[in-house]
């Protein structure tokens, strides 16, 4: 489960923003779907990631946020010594949306077709 305290704790504020991108890019990449969004590699890596929310609105009681995460993937090969898939790291992008519980500050994040 995500919790994202620091975000509920700014929400209606001007900083609401600001904190709610620091603590999406402080999540660990594994509370992601990342590996789901790949389009151009196989594996995720684990370089940090950053955000942009794209949209930020409450709805059905909760705060939903939309934004994209920008992060990097690698096609991974054998790992033979004759394997001739080079180590490239490629950029990726998905967009997930957040919905946040305003009471308890527990989030679900979902990988969207966009």
């Not at 999540?27 to 590996?35: C, I, N, R, T």
């Not at 992060?71 to 180590?87: E, F, L």
């Amino acid at each position: 489960m995500i919790n994202l305290p620091d975000s509920l704790h700014a929400w209606g504020t001007p900083g609401f923003e600001a904190v709610l991108k620091r603590e999406i890019e402080q999540l660990d990449a594994v509370q992601l779907p990342l590996q789901q969004g790949l389009a151009i590699s196989s594996h995720v890596t684990d370089r940090p990631f950053q955000a942009m929310l794209i949209s930020v609105r409450e709805e059905s009681g909760l705060i939903r946020v939309k934004a994209g995460i920008f992060y990097t993937g690698v096609i991974a090969g054998c790992s033979c010594a004759d394997d001739p898939t080079p180590i490239d790291e490629q950029t990726e992008y998905c967009v997930v949306q957040f919905d946040i519980d305003p009471a308890t500050a527990a989030a679900t994040v979902t990988l969207l077709e966009e």
